[in-house]
């Protein structure tokens, strides 16, 4: 394994993640401190319909401060601005224990960061390293720029993939990826050396322990880990609910645990249009006492997991890493739009009839190894911590080559200028005149009204967007 070893003279790195989401913010947050365990870590959170709640980033228990809420325009100020500073004091050396930055740079410290994390959508991800390739311009030295994905990548590969492209690392987190990654790259003759192996940072947690019911330490418990968005339909979500209220029923010595992502108003990466807590309140008859509603955050859930029920979340990556038993369920069929294909040559499809049953899926070991798990995460990070420490020395020499996108103007004529409006970003990557995003006061009385506007702003989109339009959308389909 290769360690962390920062530049002594420089001391210990700091990081930056920009996320959109809470399972992208603790996805980045994770693989900061995956990537350079000695680093010091700011958080920023686009402003939008995805920003979490103090409840779900509490959730994400990342041990990293909470981030601060940003524009994505007055983010690439931020940047420039730091940028600015060094430029104008090039021996100005990094130091650690940094304070968060806020856009009128009044932080502590000015000096820019050594790596910055994009954990965001690919769109958002392009727009940036454009913003960000116009920032540093001209520059004699700028920060490493890293991006990747959450999870399981069953859909939009080769979209997403060349939206990624540009950074200086792309994070593959198993060989399955590298493979995949590499290939659609050098597909269209893009540089494929930015694609780096490494592993989902929260494949952790002790490993199953069989014993744990038979000792008479708890019941034996079935997690139903369910989706936002999959499956999409009413009826679908209606039939996996009251299967798993079924199961139950069944099975009156175990405990069924439907593991629910967000709260009813609350989003995450995908809109959640029908909460299967809604579904729960139209169940007929009465639940059975063993079946429960859980929240929290999923590490802790599967510390007591006896099998794991999905249709394809990412938590039966996290669940086949501890070994516990995991179950993909083929109920609603194979198929891509739900995701569960990811899983082909797992060996473990079920249904719930088998599962009602006493069928219990098992892995097999090939398709693990394949997927990375299993596997040290100290030692799946190496690659990474190797590839960052590299560029951070060569940033701090001679320079890092301007950020180059496979997107541009010329490649892309009729595509990448509505990616980037969409960020309020011209097709040079500057900031469009009259579009939001302006300077964000954080002091004084002026400051705080803002502040108290913004929030109050903020509620009502969220409530339009996330329970006034899918309800109007649900009138329309009577």
Same mark, same amino acid.
């Given at each position: 394994?290769?360690?962390?070893?920062?530049? #002594? #003279?420089?001391?210990?790195?700091?990081?930056?993640?920009?996320?959109?989401?809470?399972?992208?913010?603790?996805?980045?947050?994770?693989?900061?401190?995956?990537?350079?365990?000695?680093?010091?870590?700011?958080?920023?959170?686009?402003?939008?319909?995805?920003? @979490?709640?103090?409840?779900?980033?509490?959730?994400?228990?990342?041990?990293?401060?909470?981030?601060?809420?940003?524009?994505? !325009?007055?983010?690439?100020?931020?940047?420039?601005?730091?940028?600015?500073?060094?430029?104008?004091? @090039?021996?100005?050396?990094?130091?650690?224990?940094?304070?968060?930055?806020?856009?009128?740079?009044?932080?502590?410290?000015?000096?820019?960061?050594?790596?910055? !994390?994009?954990?965001?959508?690919?769109?958002?991800?392009?727009?940036?390293?454009?913003?960000?390739?116009?920032?540093?311009?001209?520059?004699?030295?700028?920060?490493?720029?890293?991006?990747?994905?959450?999870?399981?990548?069953?859909?939009?590969?080769?979209?997403?993939?060349?939206?990624?492209?540009?950074?200086?690392?792309?994070?593959?987190?198993?060989?399955?990826?590298?493979?995949?990654?590499?290939?659609?790259?050098?597909?269209?003759?893009?540089?494929?050396?930015?694609?780096?192996?490494?592993?989902?940072?929260?494949?952790?947690?002790?490993?199953?322990?069989?014993?744990? /019911?038979?000792?008479?330490?708890?019941?034996?418990?079935?997690?139903?880990?369910?989706? @936002?968005?999959? *499956?999409?339909?009413?009826?679908?979500?209606?039939?996996?609910?009251?299967?798993?209220?079924?199961?139950?029923?069944?099975?009156?010595?175990?405990?069924?645990?439907?593991?629910?992502?967000?709260?009813?108003?609350?989003?995450?990466?995908?809109?959640? %249009?029908? *909460?299967?807590?809604?579904?729960?309140?139209?169940?007929?008859? %009465?639940?059975?006492?063993?079946?429960?509603?859980?929240?929290?955050?999923? +590490?802790?859930?599967?510390?007591?997991?006896?099998?794991?029920?999905?249709?394809? #979340?990412?938590?039966?990556?996290?669940?086949?890493?501890?070994?516990?038993?995991?179950?993909?369920?083929?109920?609603? +069929?194979?198929?891509?739009?739900?995701?569960?294909?990811?899983?082909?040559?797992?060996?473990?499809?079920?249904?719930?009839?088998?599962?009602?049953?006493?069928?219990?899926?098992?892995?097999?070991?090939?398709?693990?190894?394949?997927?990375?798990?299993?596997?040290?995460?100290?030692?799946?990070?190496?690659?990474?911590? %190797?590839?960052?420490?590299?560029?951070?020395?060569?940033?701090?020499?001679? +320079?890092?080559?301007?950020?180059?996108?496979?997107?541009? /103007?010329?490649?892309?004529? +009729?595509?990448? *200028?509505?990616?980037?409006?969409?960020?309020?970003?011209?097709?040079?990557?500057?900031?469009?005149?009259?579009?939001?995003?302006?300077?964000?006061?954080?002091?004084?009385?002026?400051?705080?009204?803002?502040?108290?506007?913004?929030?109050?702003?903020?509620?009502?989109?969220?409530?339009?967007?996330?329970?006034?339009? @899918?309800? !109007?959308?649900?009138?329309?389909?009577?």
């Amino acid at each position: 394994m290769v360690p962390y070893v920062p530049d #002594s #003279s420089r001391g210990p790195l700091r990081l930056a993640v920009l996320a959109d989401s809470d399972t992208r913010w603790k996805w980045g947050a994770l693989t900061a401190r995956r990537i350079a365990p000695e680093s010091s870590v700011d958080g920023f959170l686009l402003r939008g319909r995805a920003t @979490p709640t103090a409840r779900q980033l509490a959730e994400t228990d990342t041990g990293v401060e909470e981030p601060e809420e940003i524009t994505a !325009i007055n983010f690439l100020r931020l940047i420039a601005d730091l940028q600015e500073t060094d430029t104008r004091n @090039p021996d100005k050396p990094n130091k650690a224990n940094n304070t968060a930055k806020t856009a009128d740079n009044s932080g502590e410290d000015d000096a820019p960061y050594d790596a910055l !994390i994009l954990a965001c959508v690919g769109g958002t991800v392009q727009a940036m390293l454009h913003g960000l390739a116009r920032a540093w311009h001209g520059t004699p030295r700028r920060t490493v720029v890293i991006t990747g994905y959450v999870g399981v990548v069953y859909e939009k590969l080769t979209d997403g993939l060349l939206l990624r492209h540009g950074a200086d690392i792309v994070l593959a987190n198993s060989p399955h990826d590298v493979a995949r990654f590499r290939e659609q790259f050098s597909g269209v003759r893009a540089d494929a050396s930015a694609v780096t192996e490494c592993a989902l940072p929260f494949l952790a947690g002790a490993p199953y322990d069989p014993g744990a /019911v038979e000792r008479g330490e708890r019941p034996y418990r079935v997690v139903f880990a369910v989706q @936002p968005s999959v *499956p999409g339909t009413r009826k679908d979500r209606a039939y996996l609910l009251e299967r798993a209220v079924e199961h139950a029923r069944r099975h009156p010595d175990r405990e069924v645990v439907l593991k629910l992502r967000s709260k009813p108003g609350e989003h995450t990466t995908h809109i959640e %249009e029908l *909460p299967y807590q809604r579904l729960a309140e139209r169940i007929k008859g %009465e639940t059975p006492a063993n079946f429960n509603l859980a929240y929290g955050n999923m +590490g802790e859930v599967l510390d007591g997991t006896d099998l794991l029920v999905t249709v394809s #979340s990412t938590a039966a990556l996290e669940s086949l890493h501890r070994g516990i038993p995991t179950a993909v369920l083929s109920d609603l +069929g194979i198929r891509e739009q739900h995701g569960n294909h990811y899983f082909l040559g797992s060996g473990c499809f079920a249904s719930w009839d088998e599962l009602d049953g006493g069928h219990v899926p098992t892995p097999d070991p090939a398709w693990l190894a394949d997927q990375g798990l299993g596997r040290d995460p100290e030692a799946a990070f190496a690659p990474a911590r %190797e590839r960052l420490v590299t560029l951070v020395e060569q940033a701090a020499g001679h +320079g890092l080559p301007p950020l180059d996108p496979y997107y541009t /103007v010329r490649t892309a004529p +009729g595509y990448l *200028p509505g990616v980037l409006a969409r960020h309020g970003l011209d097709v040079k990557g500057e900031p469009v005149a009259g579009f939001q995003g302006g300077p964000d006061p954080t002091t004084g009385v002026r400051g705080a009204s803002k502040r108290l506007l913004r929030r109050t702003a903020r509620g009502a989109y969220r409530a339009g967007v996330q329970r006034v339009a @899918p309800l !109007i959308r649900r009138w329309g389909q009577l």
